[in-house]
Nanobody
């Protein structure tokens, strides 16, 4: 059974930082591109960041320069380091896995974590 488990969310103040780890199991982790998405109430799921099997990264414009995605294939983990958080970053954050690289659409990711809530107060 494939499982992706995010953690690290919480309530923070604008300007603070959070690190969201995602632990994967049940899949050959190194063969998958890993992505982070977020979804605020009443809004569609939004692409945040992606990292390929080889470490190539891509970010949404809204988080570029503030967020960093990384992976450790030996540990089957992917992290999202979020710096200088803003109230508009408030959302449920989801870790996702895709067998194909370079994907930014939610429907191109097969496996999803349960989500972790990030709330940023002003």
């Amino acid at each position: 059974q494939v499982q992706l488990v995010e953690s690290g969310g919480g309530l923070v103040q604008a300007g603070d930082s959070l690190r969201l780890p995602c632990a994967a199991s049940g899949l050959t982790f190194s063969r998958y591109a890993m992505g982070w998405f977020r979804q605020a109430p009443g809004r569609e799921r939004e692409f945040v960041a992606r990292i390929s099997w080889s470490g190539t990264t891509y970010y949404a414009d809204s988080v570029k320069g503030r967020f960093t995605i990384s992976r450790d294939n030996a540990k089957n983990t992917v992290d999202l380091q979020m710096n200088n958080l803003k109230p508009e970053d408030t959302a449920m954050y989801y870790c996702a896995a895709s067998f194909n690289a370079g994907q930014t659409q939610p429907n191109q990711y097969r496996y999803w974590g349960q989500g972790t809530q990030v709330t940023v107060s002003s």
